[in-house]
């Protein structure tokens, strides 16, 4: 680590380059750079890639959204996060959605050195506690980082319609979260299907949050409301698929600075591995494609997803203490 944090350091003071950050966060930039490089390479002293016009950069990824804690990957998860950081992904957030993934969650995330969020799918509300399970004994650990995924989904009932006493119960339970979110002040992870405007409206009522629609997949209007939230939108490796053209017409619209990127590994592996098993490693291809689509570098796309990610999930000014939760 000492390595890396002199070469990153003698980088920004040879090229008189200043972090976008203020001087407040330096502490956070320069470990948050130097754990990537330490980890990039054999040699982890050798610069590569860039951070922006002459600055030496090492071209690294976060995943903001896995679910590493789900059976796909109990039998070869220390290969997956291997992988993973063979392919420059350094940080992974790992998502729960219900009390016994919120603890995986955690364990997974203090034991491999990665980011944990503890959510409550609105598919299992019915059999949790709205007061987001095992808050009160994973919240004080350090690799917590936001409050999801959590949010509202109208379709989920296979072969049936959701009826309005579920909307009501999943709107009540989702807005009983936000308002724990914002209290404790993490980071939201938003999951919304089918059920875009009540979504929108629980979060105008919530008043001032941070988070992002994660696996977004509305138009574009939909993503300028989002925007005017003051909410980052995260894509998926469905942007890749040959019949989502117009998911990549949103792509275009949205700009870098306000985009993450997320596997919601197991689920939706990029084009030419659909049918496999989606996994963290295949966070660069994904960059690739968001590059290819807005006509940008790959670095560039590299360099602001992860530091819109970094600004979102590890930089935030929350209470661990329980004594707020009711």
């Known amino acids: 680590m000492v390595c890396a944090v002199k070469e990153v350091k003698g980088i920004i003071k040879q090229q008189n380059v200043i972090p976008a950050r203020g001087k407040r966060e330096s502490k956070t930039f320069f470990a948050g750079i130097a754990q990537a490089v330490e ?59 219900d009390a016994e993934s919120n603890r995986k969650a955690v364990r997974i995330a203090s034991e491999y050195n990665l980011w944990a969020a503890l959510g409550l799918h609105p598919s299992e509300i019915e059999t949790d506690n709205p007061a987001l399970p095992g808050i009160k004994e994973l919240l004080p650990n350090n690799r917590v980082v936001a409050i999801g995924e959590i949010g509202l989904d109208y379709a989920f009932r296979r072969g049936g319609v959701i009826s309005p006493p579920e909307k009501e119960r999943q709107i009540e339970v ?13 980071p939201i992870i938003i999951h919304s299907r089918d ?16 988070g992002v629609w994660h696996c977004f997949s509305g138009d574009v209007k939909l993503a300028e409301e989002i925007l005017g939230l003051g909410f980052f939108i995260s894509f ?20 870098l600075e306000r985009l993450l990127l997320e596997t919601d ?4 592996p990029p084009e030419g591995k659909r049918g496999q098993r989606n996994e963290p490693a295949y966070i660069p291809l994904l960059a690739k494609a968001i590059a290819e689509i807005k006509q940008a570098d790959i670095a560039e796309v590299a360099e602001k997803t992860y530091n819109n990610s970094r600004a979102l999930f590890l930089n935030s000014d929350f209470h661990r203490s329980i004594s707020v939760i009711k």
């Not at 989702?174 to 993490?186: Q, Y």
């Not at 979504?199 to 001032?208: D, E, I, M, S």
Request: hydrophobic share 40%; with cysteine.
């Open 39 to 97: 980890r990039r390479t054999e040699n982890p002293c050798v610069p590569s890639s860039t951070l922006g016009p002459g600055t030496v950069f090492p071209l690294i990824f976060f995943d903001t959204h896995s679910h590493l804690n789900f059976p796909q990957f109990e039998a070869d998860l220390p290969s997956v996060v291997e992988r993973a950081r063979q392919n420059k992904v350094s940080d992974i957030l790992v998502v729960g959605t």
């Open 174 to 186: 989702f807005r009983f979260l936000l308002k724990t979110a914002i209290e404790i002040n993490l």
């Open 195 to 210: 059920a875009a405007e009540d979504t929108l409206n629980a979060l105008r009522q919530a008043g001032p949050a941070q």
């Open 236 to 255: 998926t490796a469905n942007i890749t698929y040959r019949k989502n053209e117009s998911l990549r017409q949103v792509v275009r619209a949205v700009p």
């Open 265 to 268: 590994c197991p689920f939706m």
